[in-house]
C-alpha cells in the first residue's frame, strides 16, 4: 500500500531588518538583500488625498508628482538627466492615506540618487511652467477616464459608495478643483502636511547598514516641519445610498459595465485570512464561481471578478463584469445570486484546499524584488500588522479551514445594503434597473 505524500511548505524568510530612527523623527528601515547590485528607496509619508481641503480634491497626487520638476534650483530636464544617467528611477506619487517617493538604483550610485531624492522632497521649486504643464496633463487624464467606461464606472460607484467621506475623495481630483489648485496650495501643502516624525523610509537591497544609515542622516536630518501626530479617519458605517442603483447614461455603448459594492473590513481585519480565501473561490481568480457561472456556464460576460479593498480605516467589497445591454439583469441575478450561496452555505473544503494551494503557491513570486519586498514591508508598518505578516502569511493561509471561510462569508458578505452601478444607455437600462432598488440617472460630466 502507497504511503500518502505530504508536503510541507518552506520557511518564507526576509533577509534582516534594521530599524533606526533619526533625531527629527525619521523612521528608518534597512533591509541587506543581494546578491544583483541594486537598490530599491520607498519614501512614505502619512498625507494622501484623504486629506486633502475641501475644493483642492487632487492636491496631494498634484504635489507628488511635482517634486522631481524642478527643485534646489534644478529644472525637471537637470534632474531627470541626472536620474537616466546612471540607471536610475525617481518618482513620486500619493494614494488615500500616503505620499510616497520611490527610487531604484545600482548599488554603486545609491548616494548620489539619495541626495537628489533628498533635494526633492526638501527643495521643490513648483515652477510656474511645470505647474501649468501638469495640470494640462491631469485635465486631459480626467477627460480620458470620462470617455473609458470601466474607468467611469469606477468613479461612479466610488462617489456612491463613499459619498463625502474622505475616502470618496477622488485621488486623481476633479476637473474643477485641478483647474482651481495655486502654486500657493501645493507649498502649503508641502509645508503643512509632510513631516518626518509621520514618515517611513525604506532601503532594500545591496547595502552597507552602518554606511547607508550615515547617509541617510546627512541627507535627511535636517528635515523638519509638518503635523506630529498622525490625522485620523473618520469612521464610516457603509454606503450612503445603500439599496440604490446608479446609471450613468452613455447611449453610445454597446457593453454595460457593472459595478456591484457594499462595505467590506480594514486591513489587518481578525477575518483577513479567511476572507482571503473566500473571495479567491467566489471571484478572485480564473477558476472562481463567479467565472464558472457567468462566463463558462452562461457566456454573459468575458470576465468577472470580486475583491476587498482593505485600508486603514475602512473597506469594501465589491463584484465587477460587463455585459450586453439585453443581459444586464440576468448577470445582476447570477451574480447577486452567487454572493447569497457564498454567504449562506460558504464554500466546500475542496474549494478551500485548492484555493489554499493556489495563493499559497504565488505568494513567494510577490517579494521576488527589491520593491516589492520595501512594499511588503511599508505595508506591515503602515497598517500596524503583526510582525510576522510575511513569513507566517503562507501558514495562516493554510490554515483556513471551510468553516473559518463560511463563518467569515456570512459575517461581511452583503445582503440588501449593496450599491449597484451600471455605464450603458439609460433607456435600456432603466426598465431592468428598478427591480435591484431605487435607481438614479447621471451623466458623466457630473462625475467631472
Not at 92 to 100: D, L, R
Not at 401 to 425: N, Y
Request: neutral net charge; without cysteine; proline residues 6%.
Amino acid at each position: 500500500m502507497k504511503r500518502a505524500v505530504t508536503s510541507k511548505l518552506r520557511p518564507l524568510k526576509l533577509p534582516p531588518h534594521e530599524r533606526r530612527r533619526l533625531a527629527n523623527g525619521l523612521h528608518l528601515h534597512l533591509v541587506p538583500r543581494g546578491p544583483l547590485p541594486l537598490v530599491a528607496v520607498r519614501l512614505v509619508m502619512r498625507g494622501g488625498s484623504v486629506w486633502d481641503p475641501a475644493g483642492k480634491a487632487g492636491v496631494a497626487d498634484f504635489a507628488s508628482r511635482l517634486f522631481r520638476r524642478g527643485a534646489g534650483g534644478r529644472s525637471a530636464d537637470e534632474i531627470s538627466e541626472a536620474v537616466d544617467f546612471v540607471g536610475a528611477a525617481l518618482g513620486g506619487y500619493a494614494n488615500e492615506e500616503n505620499v510616497v517617493l520611490s527610487l531604484s538604483a545600482p548599488s554603486k550610485h545609491l548616494e548620489a540618487m539619495l541626495e537628489l531624492m533628498g533635494m526633492v522632497l526638501q527643495q521643490p521649486d513648483f515652477p510656474s511652467d511645470e505647474i501649468e504643464s501638469a495640470r494640462r496633463r491631469t485635465l486631459a487624464q480626467l477627460q480620458n477616464e470620462l470617455d473609458d467606461p470601466g474607468t467611469l464606472a469606477e468613479r461612479a460607484w466610488a462617489r456612491a459608495m463613499w459619498g463625502s467621506h474622505p475616502y470618496g475623495h477622488e485621488t486623481l481630483g476633479q476637473r474643477r478643483s485641478i483647474e482651481a489648485i495655486t502654486r500657493d496650495d501645493l507649498v502649503e501643502f508641502h509645508r503643512t502636511r509632510l513631516s518626518p516624525t509621520l514618515a517611513h523610509l525604506y532601503v532594500v537591497g545591496d547595502i552597507d547598514v552602518e554606511r547607508i544609515t550615515a547617509v541617510v542622516d546627512r541627507v535627511f536630518g535636517s528635515w523638519k516641519g509638518g503635523p506630529e501626530l498622525a490625522p485620523l479617519v473618520p469612521d464610516w458605517d457603509g454606503p450612503k445610498d445603500a439599496g440604490h442603483v446608479v446609471i450613468v447614461d452613455k447611449p453610445e455603448q454597446t457593453q454595460v459595465q457593472v459595478r456591484i459594492g457594499a462595505a467590506g473590513v480594514k486591513r489587518g481585519h481578525a477575518d483577513h485570512f479567511p476572507l482571503i480565501v473566500m473571495n479567491a473561490v467566489l471571484g478572485g481568480g480564473f477558476t472562481s464561481r463567479l467565472i464558472s457561472e457567468i462566463r463558462v456556464k452562461r457566456g454573459l460576460s468575458y470576465g468577472a471578478s470580486s475583491s476587498f479593498d482593505m485600508m486603514s480605516g475602512a473597506g469594501t467589497f465589491a463584484v465587477s463584469s460587463f455585459t450586453k445591454t439585453k443581459s444586464v439583469g440576468t448577470l445582476l441575478d447570477v451574480a447577486l445570486g452567487e454572493v447569497k450561496k457564498m454567504r449562506t452555505k460558504g464554500p466546500t473544503p475542496v474549494e478551500v484546499d485548492t484555493m489554499k494551494r493556489y495563493i499559497s503557491g504565488l505568494y513567494p513570486a510577490r517579494l521576488e524584488t527589491n520593491e516589492a519586498v520595501a512594499g511588503a514591508i511599508a505595508d506591515v508598518q503602515h497598517y500596524g500588522l503583526p510582525e510576522d505578516w510575511i513569513s507566517a502569511y503562507r501558514d495562516r493561509i493554510n490554515a483556513v479551514t471551510a468553516k473559518d471561510a463560511a463563518a467569515a462569508a456570512s459575517k461581511h458578505l452583503f445582503t440588501d445594503r449593496r450599491v449597484i452601478v451600471l455605464v450603458g444607455d439609460a433607456r435600456g437600462l432603466e426598465p431592468i434597473a428598478g427591480k435591484y432598488g431605487v435607481v438614479s440617472v447621471v451623466k458623466p460630466a457630473e462625475l467631472e
